[in-house]
């Protein structure tokens, strides 16, 4: 049973039962137009295809009754923080009571949790509410486990198929269980974390360490941007250093890097640590959207431009927009007066509109003062230079945030800007 059926339970679940020919898989998610979605093959989050949905062995359910008497249960479901930036256990907890309900005493139902959370959650939180919420007692009536996703949208190399997968549980039978099931999905093995508690801590560390590492590019990108020095032309120096770390600059948005140094940080600070390095990290990058407007800004004269943005998901070649952070840099230009056509050509325009009130403009067209590509997509690397220029007025501004036309020779009556 995998509940949640995003970017980390889909491929989960379409791996579980390729792994388990014999047992029943089914796929639990309380959206009911994703349910209908999946079961006519159609994956939005481009993580599956159609042909590979429709020839797996899956059943996908928005029905507790389907749920019921499960042996083991996964849960994937979003870890977001708040307003405040701390975490926010809603969907989590909501769950595990839901769930409360599917449990077998018989079985001792193994209730695992992949959702990015700060050590200790499971046991002192999720367990508890699975208990509030029934009769069941955790050790006796259902186990608890944690396997934390590893899942990177839009990466079709390291695959849940492909990578080691951590797994922990409460007691030597339950870590055992679920080496075995995890094992048979995964070619790379699993390793056997010590405790619940220290995979959720290595989840938590994995990407404050890559939030930390493009912080500090950040930082060295608004350091040579006073002089005017390209951080690409500086990269490409230092990376023929055999040991220099492959970090690069730009905005951190999505699900795991922009949010989980959150959770480590209100961890610490529960126990009466102050996190310096990992909030520095997070202050930089959620600060990033702003300074690059900025930059914008003072290259077009200090005055309002017809800008034509390229780009609005969290990352590049994935449709989702939730958290992305190219959405700040939008609002600061807006802010100081330039007038922004949004186009991206992955992202759902409903999606867009409901969460920033940005209406895609499907066909751009027009001499813009400022082409400025803010996220790397495949359509947007392939662009040549009279298709720039087609879109372009006399003089125009075309910004690269992230050098992907570097290597492009463009008209000598266009200007050029990047990190």
Known sequence: MIVGLGYVGLPLAVALAKAHPGDEVIGFDIDRGRIDQLVAGHDRTREVETGTLQSTRLTFTT????????????VTVPTPVDAANRPDLGPLLAASRRLAGWINPAKRTIVVFESTVYPG????????????ASKFKRGRDFRLGYSPERINPGDKVHRVEKIVKVVAGEDDETLDELAELYGAVTEAGVFRAASIRAAEA?????????????????EVAQILAMTGTSVWDVLDAARTKWNFLPFEPGLVGGHCIGVD?????FHAETLGHHPRVILSGRGINDGMGRWIAERLHAQLGLQP????????????DVPDVRNSRAIDVVRRLEELGHHVTVADPLADPTEVAREYGVTLVAEPGGDYDCLFAAVG????????ADEIAGLTKEGAL????????RRLTLPAHIRRWSL
Not at 202 to 218: S, V
Request: aromatic content about 10%; hydrophobic content about 45%.
């Open 261 to 265: 140094p959150y959770y480590l940080s």
């Open 202 to 218: 290595a989840k938590a560390i994995e990407n404050a360490q890559r939030d930390i590492n493009i912080a500090f590019m950040n």
């Open 121 to 132: 959650a499971t046991e002192e939180e999720c367990g508890p509410a699975i208990e509030a």
């Open 305 to 316: 431009k017809r800008i034509l943005f390229l780009g609005i998901t969290f990352k590049e």
């Open 377 to 384: 997509h495949a359509a947007y690397r392939a662009m040549g």
């Open 63 to 74: 029905s507790d009754a389907d749920c019921a008497g499960a042996d083991i249960v996964i």
């Open 398 to 405: 075309v910004a690269d945030l992230k050098g992907i036309w």
